[in-house]
């Protein structure tokens, strides 16, 4: 119940921060991620691709009218796309590449052509082609695919033998530094066969990076969560948008598909550690990845939005799906980026790690209270108290150790100093030292606090007795309860003062002071039903005063572990 509790609770936040969780166990799990695989368009980048320029093929930068004058050059940009302008050209339809394309041109062909055949962009084999009713195809996609294929280029509309292909080349690599996408274009008279093209121009485009971009990726790194980026862009561009948001380091690894399939799984494992860019890829090289990552015994994240990337998002052990992607990739994510922002999915991570440690604080009270409980149980028969505590009070207690604890510490503030912490093991216990050190600290000083009350002379000359003990074993069951209480505090924090952050948890304060207001009504109108027969308001200060002893007895638990160094429970 208290799972579910902290899962439902915590989920709601998130959709205030832009994350819509699909799959309640999917919050938790990405609290552990080791890596996370993100897409470069839309998740670190604003998504708005943007012609910057355009060079022809003598590499000269085009202005408007040099474009209307190239008939050439126009029917390889209108015929070529699925984009195009409705009666007031405004651009409808296609991908963003070829909106923004058409949308920095915006200019109406007068000649219209019939297309004769067509080849839609495909990601292996980075182009794609249109054959117009004038026997000319035209071509566009990535460089090192086309340029290598061409013969001549296009000047002033007539062609000449290609002999600056070294120059080009540098201008390319010189824009991709840059963090600039580039489009080349071709075309060639005849056959469609990729060979003897005639270089057209080049294309430059850019999608700006979030302004939160750095923030995001600082955070998800200070959680100690690697980030490898994936992107269908050229190898310079990657990584230049790599290091520009700080990703990439100046001695870390890039590699295109091409490199990474010659790869084996093993020499990709080994180098998981050193890889933070994964250029010109493929859907198929995402799967791999993310197989590859698990196999190695690490949790991973992946990010995506089309449909080819439903099979990595499915297979991650936590998909982050964007909220502008498609369906099916919604379908197969466990969390839903409805901002597409990569900070976004930093605030998972945190809600992720707040769960898991909600969970703990949980454990720890509830175990003290039971333990506690079941050794007075054992003990107080030989102490000649075979009920200590009766079947309703105990009824009482499990509403107070259940249900309203459960509430109370499922409202837990995510802090970012969890950002700051190693991401939990794979196969680590959900009890680790420190629990285990407050939970037996807790349960026996409890445990022995209870029956000093019950053995002690000194007792029974402060508070009354009573027929049957029952003013003392009023004063006993209210002792129990406001130790419990007071333990909550302890448990719900590593730190010294016991009231750090607790503002931030309105839920807690409420259900406590529930608690305390049920239990005292209880210890003067709970009669024969729950064994209750009042307290002197002194014998009431005295259980209070008591029950208090459990803070200095965990101050001092704490101040010994923290000059130990023992990690918290954390």
Same mark, same amino acid.
């Given at each position: ?31 552990? +991620?080791?890596?996370?695989? *993100?897409?470069? *368009? ?54 963003? *590449? ?10 109406? +062909? ?13 990601? @292996? ?67 469609? @066969? ?50 520009? %948001?700080?990703?990439? &380091? ?15 799984? %093993? ?14 890829? $493929? ?5 791999? /990845? ?10 991973? &994240? ?22 502008? &992607? *498609? ?8 969390? %839903?980026? $409805? ?9 998972? #991570? ?46 009482? /207690? ?38 285990? =050190? ?12 209870? #029956?000093?009350?019950?053995? /002690? ?43 750090? =952050? ?12 529930? #608690? ?28 209070? /005063? ?25």
């Amino acid at each position: 119940m208290m799972i579910t509790l902290v899962l439902s609770s915590n989920m709601k936040r998130m959709l205030k921060n832009n994350v819509l969780v699909r799959k309640l166990v999917g919050i938790e799990t990405a609290g552990n +991620i080791n890596i996370l695989l *993100t897409d470069k *368009t839309g998740t670190l980048t604003k998504g708005k691709l943007e012609v910057i320029n355009i060079l022809n093929g003598s590499l000269d930068s085009l202005v408007k009218n040099d474009i209307l004058k190239d008939k050439f050059y126009l029917d390889a940009l209108y015929y070529n796309t699925d984009s195009k302008y409705d009666n007031k050209m405004n651009v409808l339809g296609g991908n963003s *590449t070829d909106r923004s394309i058409l949308k920095y041109l915006n200019y109406d +062909i007068k000649i219209k052509r019939s297309i004769v055949n067509q080849k839609h962009f495909d990601s @292996n084999t980075k182009y794609s082609s249109v054959t117009l009713n004038n026997n000319i195809t035209y071509f566009k996609g990535a460089s090192e695919i086309l340029l290598s294929k061409c013969s001549k280029y296009l000047k002033d509309n007539k062609e000449y033998k290609l002999d600056n292909l070294d120059k080009i080349n540098l201008e390319i690599n010189r824009a991709t530094s840059k963090g600039i996408r580039v489009i080349m274009m071709a075309y060639k008279r005849g056959d469609s @066969n990729l060979s003897d093209l005639v270089f057209m121009g080049l294309i430059y485009l850019k999608d700006e990076l979030r302004e939160e971009a750095k923030d995001g990726i600082n955070l998800i790194k200070k959680a100690g969560v690697k980030v490898i980026m994936i992107t269908g862009d050229s190898k310079e561009t990657a990584i230049s948008i790599a290091k520009e %948001v700080g990703i990439m &380091g100046d001695n870390d690894l890039a590699l295109t598909s091409a490199e990474m399939r010659k790869m084996n799984d %093993v020499t990709l494992k080994s180098k998981l550690g050193s890889i933070k860019v994964i250029a010109r890829a $493929l859907p198929d090289d995402k799967s791999r /990845l993310v197989r590859v990552i698990e196999e190695a015994g690490l949790i991973v &994240g992946m990010t995506g939005d089309g449909v080819n990337d439903a099979p990595a998002l499915k297979k991650a052990n936590v998909g982050f799906a964007m909220g502008s &992607g *498609t369906e099916v990739s919604k379908e197969a994510s466990d969390i %839903v980026i $409805l901002d597409n922002n990569i900070l976004s999915i930093s605030k998972a #991570i945190l809600y992720g790690r707040t769960i898991f440690k909600s969970i703990r604080k949980f454990i720890i009270y509830q175990l003290s209270v039971n333990i506690c409980a079941v050794l007075l149980s054992i003990i107080g028969p030989f102490i000649g108290y075979p009920s200590p505590i009766t079947i309703v009070q105990m009824l009482w /207690l499990n509403m107070i150790m259940d249900t309203f604890a459960a509430l109370a510490f499922s409202f837990e503030p995510p802090l970012l100093e969890y950002m700051e912490e190693e991401p939990k093991k794979i196969n680590e216990p959900i009890i680790n030292s420190y629990m285990y =050190n407050e939970i037996i600290t807790t349960a026996i000083y409890s445990a022995t606090l209870c #029956i000093l009350f019950l053995k /002690l002379p000194i007792v029974r000359t402060i508070f009354r007795i009573g027929d049957n003990n029952k003013y003392l074993m009023t004063a006993y069951f209210a002792l129990f309860i406001f130790i419990g209480i007071f333990n909550s505090f302890n448990a719900r924090t590593y730190r010294i003062n016991i009231f750090s =952050n607790i503002l931030k948890n309105k839920i807690f304060i409420i259900v406590i002071t529930f #608690i305390i207001t049920v239990q005292i009504y209880l210890i003067y109108f709970g009669g024969d039903l729950f064994q209750t027969y009042g307290l002197t308001p002194k014998e009431l200060i005295l259980i209070l /005063l008591i029950a208090l002893t459990v803070f200095p007895i965990d101050f001092l638990r704490k101040l010994i572990l923290k000059k130990k160094n023992l990690k918290r429970m954390v």
